[in-house]
């Protein structure tokens, strides 16, 4: 059990150096939760995804072989009642009903999917970040009218969250009619009440904290800290759930665009379309709804595990 | 043979990518029926993890290591099923915990939380169990218990609901209770009730306690013998009186000199231990204390330090212990704390008053095993 | 102890805090008297203590002298300037004179600034020291005052141990070389070894930098250890006041008797000798506190006339000043101690009891 004089010195040096620490810069919350990201299968899973589906939906139109819209199969006489023909040498997903190139078509979709998706969410975020911010400021910062601000804003947020998704979302396409910016603005309102109350409820919860205590006793202004301290540390749940919303959301446009109410504009392909219009011929080529529906699951699916995996690595008690 | 014999339990966290973390590392130690022992350390020293290893309450994840013996009156806790070790939990031992009201269930009266526990394991239904609940809660010292019975966790105050929860503790006259930082979440007067209604079952019915705190003054008014943890190790092992009048590992040196006390003046000079339990060795040998031990020596950092039996019955695990006044001249326990550590000024090597080191871990025998 | 320059004197002192139901509109429905009725001075350059069990409205009290949480009555004065009156923009400035430490190093920090940041902060608020490099040097001696490392400026709370943690927030309070430091629970939440690191270096900077305390503790050692002057308090007002020494040797309010016997000493000796005041029951709700002396439903002392209907104010005997009827008798052996019937005490709805602060968290005790 004794150990050689020369490796003994080295651990007291070491010990000393110990001691003297290095002088590395320090790692903020946002560092350490990549790295917890980094290390969790699930994201890197989810990112994989995302990744490969944001390429595709940027410079996946670029490289497609067919035209999105173009009726190959009915100009070279393929398509016949009752036959749709399946994936040969050059269309490795076969022919739509149409006779147009179901790859391409599902490239192409790609694009207004994640336009879709990520402009509703944005949308949602803005405005339910808005109201939760104000209402949240108002609430844990301000005295009777504060209280009051509070109250009404979260009373018409509570009526929206009152009404079921799919039918505020349906209704709005409706009431505006049907076009690209009626499926953003109706998936994206469906989505302000989520975020409002999340970002209130972590405002309040933040402005309780002694960090806000010790800033007001410092002397800040309550605007100040406000913006520099609650509203920073209120954001993390609510970056986690717009990940999470832009699954929600896609899988939403495509409701709508099922239902009919999506972008009017045929000759953008768009995956819920694509399912709504592979309906009657499941019995002859059940593949026309199975590769839309499995585009919109696994990317649904890229969304949601690196949401929870940023959950994770966000969540203050899984630290160590 | 003691009632409870904790021997070299070792206890470890892996996880994935990370070293794994021994949270316990080769405890051992020993109660008797009838007598309080304690287990003092800071937090992250790993005295509840020994509790919850020990009562087999440890979160069953991968990467989580038991090892060593716990054996209770002749059947060794660690190698037992699941089902027989609840039968055993509860019947024969019992836990209190730190916080009562996260240890209650919160919707279900207090009432039915013990007549639960009288019918698992003494067999008492209906009205007779609800009369042995009421006499428990009225043992407790709980005002007008037969109307608590119906109320719930959160219709009590903070030391009503520990003394719930003891009466659950004890509702099968258990042999052996173990507290886990029973009196922490609660203010000193309603503690001090708490510890003389301890202090009392275990005069009356001959329990043995297993006392888990990080208050020097709780262990000093209640335990016969004392273990001092720290990262997982037991440190030094003494009966009440040497342990505080005379404490040879200088971490218990170090605490005893931390601790503002009720009866010094003002401004009476503390003298803290330097670091935090944060600064450990970077390496797995060597005693974990060595960072922050103001004697420390070479062979500190050189392997882990083996458990020292002194002559006066009670063990320590440091090479260079603090001097015993009168046998080194002019060595006073408190004057060795303040000076700062001067590595290599010390020959490496145990006192000389001191049997030889003891190889491997054992125990140190207590009094009562002795012929 | 008038003759002194005193830097703070708090007077009649009260913090209601209104309890409210209702689904839409809220009205009251009574009110927690957190602090009622406070009277008490701070001598510059000296430490008080304030202990009392959780509830007691101790921490409230430290707030309310700060201005953090409004007073509902009575007047602070701050080194001849009376605080409850002044206008916003002249109180922000006074901040700087007076600072807080807080109980919980790691919830008093923001997560999200590094401790440059944290230390800068106030610093701006104040427009103290010209430009960045004039800043960073208060910073630097600041860290050394208080004993951390130039590489800590760079780093972020969560990369601190408990008692380092601490030491950034007294900096952050000292930074700004305020006179009066109200310090909440500054150790119970920190292991006993880090404990004595931080009592000894709010010494060591009172004695070099001339800082008046208010320490707010349930710990009575670490009070006694600290302060000059201990203050007693219990369900919302002292019932004791005495020096520190004195408190120990001539405790006169039953309270402080019983408060005194229940902390445990580190000593088997002590331990084993001493005779232990066991107090029945619970604190009593600071929704509805007792009539007359607040103490008599639990006080073993209690005599049948004046304690249950007139409320004892407090009053001078020798360096003390005590709320009790019954203190000389007490003392002297006259009025002997009996048993009390425990009275039930319901727990407050968690939610409507801003004052509950101050129970001592508990050091972590897993892994």
């Known amino acids: 059990m004794t150990i050689a004089p020369g490796k003994k010195k080295q651990k007291i040096d070491r010990l000393a150096e110990l001691a003297a620490r290095d002088d590395e810069r320090g790692v903020s919350l946002w560092q350490e939760a990549f790295r917890r990201l980094r290390r969790n299968p699930a994201a890197i899973v989810g990112a994989a995804i995302l990744t490969v589906f944001v390429i595709v939906a940027v410079v996946g139109p670029l490289l497609v072989p067919f035209g999105p819209s173009d009726t190959i199969g009915i100009r070279e006489g393929l398509i016949r009642p009752g036959v749709i023909p399946g994936a040969d040498g050059d269309h490795w997903l076969g022919y739509d009903h149409q006779g147009r190139d179901e790859f391409s078509r599902l490239i192409v979709g790609a694009r207004q999917t994640l336009l879709v998706g990520v402009v509703s969410t944005l949308i949602g975020l803005a405005v339910g970040a808005l109201i939760g911010g104000v209402a949240g400021a108002a609430a844990g910062l301000g005295g009777r009218w504060g209280r009051w601000l509070d109250s009404t804003l979260m009373r018409i947020i509570d009526m929206m969250l009152a009404m079921p998704s799919l039918l505020l979302a349906v209704s709005i396409a409706a009431l505006l009619g049907a076009s690209l910016t009626t499926v953003m603005i109706a998936v994206g309102v469906v989505s302000v009440p989520v975020f409002a109350r999340l970002l209130r409820g972590s405002m309040i919860s933040q402005s309780n904290s002694d960090y806000v205590l010790a800033a007001t006793s410092l002397g800040v202004r309550k605007p100040k800290i406000a913006l520099t301290h609650v509203v920073p540390n209120s954001l993390a749940p609510v970056i986690v759930q717009a990940t999470l919303t832009l699954a929600t959301a896609i899988i939403e446009a495509a409701a709508l665009s099922f239902l009919g109410l999506g972008n009017p504009d045929t000759a953008i392909p768009e995956w819920g379309m694509m399912l709504a219009e592979a309906q009657p011929y499941l019995d002859i080529r059940p593949g026309l709804a199975v590769y839309p529906a499995l585009a919109i699951i696994v990317t649904a699916l890229g969304f949601t595990l690196l949401g929870e995996a940023m959950r994770e690595a966000l969540d203050p008690k899984l630290r160590k | ?371 | 102890m008038t003759d002194t320059d005193i830097l703070v004197e708090v007077r009649d002192l009260k913090v209601h805090f209104p309890i409210t139901k209702g689904v839409i509109f809220d009205r009251t429905v009574g009110h927690v008297k957190a602090v009622d009725g406070v009277d008490l001075r701070i001598p510059r350059g000296k430490t008080y203590g304030l202990v009392g069990e959780s509830g007691c409205g101790k921490s409230t009290l430290g707030r309310a002298l700060l201005q953090l949480t409004p007073p509902t009555a009575g007047e602070v004065v701050f080194d001849g300037v009376e605080l409850t009156t002044l206008p916003a923009g002249r109180l922000r400035t006074m901040r700087r004179r007076m600072q807080m430490i807080f109980q919980d190093p790691m919830s008093s920090l923001d997560p999200r600034q590094n401790v440059e940041s944290i230390l800068t902060e106030g610093l701006q608020t104040h427009g103290i020291g010209a430009g960045r490099d004039d800043r960073r040097r208060i910073i630097g001696e600041t860290l050394d005052a208080v004993g951390l490392p130039r590489w800590a400026l760079s780093r972020y709370p969560h990369e601190f141990s408990g008692g380092q943690r601490q030491r950034i927030g007294i900096a952050r309070a000292l930074v700004l070389g305020p006179e009066l430091i109200v310090a909440d629970e500054p150790v119970s939440a920190l292991d006993v070894s880090i404990q004595a690191q931080v009592v000894n270096l709010l010494d060591e900077l009172q004695d070099n930098l001339g800082l008046t305390y208010l320490v707010i503790a349930h710990d009575l050692a670490v009070v006694r250890h600290i302060s000059d002057v201990v203050g007693v308090m219990y369900l919302g007002a002292l019932v004791e006041e005495a020096p520190s020494d004195r408190l120990y040797r001539e405790p006169l309010h039953p309270y402080t008797r019983a408060l005194m016997s229940a902390v445990p000493v580190p000593d088997p000796d002590v331990e084993d000798r001493r005779e232990r005041i066991l107090l029945a029951g619970d604190l009593p709700s600071p929704a509805n506190p007792p009539a007359g002396c607040r103490f008599h439903t639990r006080c073993p002392w209690a005599q049948p006339t004046r304690c249950v209907d007139e409320r004892p104010a407090l009053r001078e005997i020798g360096a003390s000043r005590v709320a009790c009827h019954w203190a000389e008798q007490i003392a002297s052996g006259e009025v002997r101690p009996h048993k009390v019937e425990v009275q039930v005490t319901r727990p407050l709805d968690e939610g409507e009891n801003p004052q509950v602060v101050s129970a001592p968290t508990e050091p972590g005790s897993y892994v």
């Not at chain 2, 290893?53 to 440890?58: E, K, Q, R, S, T």
């Not at chain 2, 730190?98 to 007549?115: A, F, K, R, W």
Request: proline fraction near 10%; aromatic fraction near 4%; glycine fraction near 10%.
């Open chain 2, 1 to 371: 043979m003691a009632l409870l014999e904790v021997d070299d339990l070792c206890v470890t966290f892996s996880r994935r990518g990370q070293r794994p973390v021994r949270a316990v590392d080769g405890v051992s130690f020993a109660v008797d029926a009838g007598e309080v022992v304690g287990l003092v350390g800071e937090s992250g020293c790993g005295k509840s993890v020994t509790s919850l290893a020990i009562m087999g309450l440890l979160p069953k994840q991968p990467g989580l290591r038991v090892g060593g013996k716990a054996v209770f009156d002749g059947t060794d806790l660690l190698q037992l099923d699941d089902r027989s070790r609840r039968d055993i939990r509860g019947r024969d031992v019992a836990m209190i915990f730190q916080d009562p009201l996260s240890s209650l269930n919160p919707v279900i009266p207090i009432g039915l939380q013990v007549t639960e526990v009288l019918t698992r394991h003494r067999g008492m239904k209906g009205a007779a169990a609800e009369k042995e609940a009421a006499r428990l809660l009225d043992r407790v010292g709980i005002p007008d218990p037969k109307r608590r019975l119906k109320e719930y966790p959160h219709q009590l105050s903070g030391g009503m609901r520990q003394r719930a929860l003891i009466a659950m503790a004890v509702a099968c006259q258990p042999r052996l209770l173990i507290a886990d930082e029973p009196t922490t979440a609660l203010d000193v007067t309603i503690q001090a009730q708490i510890l003389e209604l301890l202090k009392e079952l275990v005069r009356d019915s001959g329990t043995a306690l297993v006392m888990i705190t990080h208050d020097l003054g709780v262990v000093a008014g209640m335990c016969e013998t004392i273990n001092v943890l720290y990262a997982g190790r037991v440190v030094e092992t003494a009966r009440r009186r040497p342990l505080f009048r005379q404490p040879r590992h200088p971490y218990t040196v170090g605490l005893l000199g931390s601790v503002p006390r009720l009866d010094a003046g003002r401004g009476e000079r503390l003298y803290p231990i330097p670091g935090s339990v944060r600064d450990v060795l970077p390496w797995p040998d060597g005693c974990a204390f060595a960072p922050r031990c103001s004697r420390r020596v070479d062979a500190c950092v050189g392997e882990p330090p083996e458990l020292v039996l002194s002559h006066d019955d009670r063990a320590y695990r440091c090479v260079n212990p603090a001097p015993l006044p009168g046998v080194t001249p002019g060595a006073d326990v408190r004057a060795t704390v303040p000076t700062l550590a001067e590595p290599g000024s010390v020959p490496a090597q145990a006192v000389p008053d001191d049997p030889p080191t003891v190889p491997g871990l054992n125990p140190a025998p207590r009094e009562e095993e002795k012929p």
